[in-house]
């Protein structure tokens, strides 16, 4: 059976967890990462579509963080212009 392919939002899930996971070993661990943060490692990752993607694909992100023995402790959203963050941290 050939694989699946990832869908556009998938795609964008898996890029959202690599973008943490950079993010996080560069600046020190644990780490919170605001959407600004975000946005400067990674520009097409909008906080609409970063929303999106942890609530649709929240799976894809947390794999993507435990390759790299990273964690996805926290995530929080205070809606739109408010911000939101991730607490990352060391895979236990």
């Known amino acids: 059976m050939a694989p699946r392919k990832m869908?556009?939002?998938?795609t964008k899930a898996r890029d959202l967890g690599?973008?943490?996971a950079r993010i996080a070993e560069s600046e020190g661990i644990p780490a919170a990462i605001g959407v600004?943060?975000?946005?400067q490692a990674s520009?097409?990752?909008?906080?609409?579509?970063?929303?999106q993607m942890v609530r649709k694909?929240?799976?894809i992100v947390e794999?993507?963080?435990?390759?790299?023995?990273?964690a996805l402790?926290?995530?929080?959203d205070q809606g739109p212009g408010r911000?939101?963050?991730f607490a990352i941290e060391q895979a236990a």
């Open 7 to 10: 869908s556009a939002s998938e």
């Open 36 to 39: 600004d943060r975000l946005r």
């Open 57 to 59: 694909h929240r799976d």
């Open 73 to 76: 402790a926290d995530y929080a």
């Open 18 to 20: 690599f973008a943490l």
């Open 43 to 51: 520009p097409r990752l909008t906080p609409l579509a970063v929303g």
């Open 63 to 70: 794999n993507v963080l435990a390759d790299r023995g990273l």
């Open 83 to 85: 911000g939101m963050e």
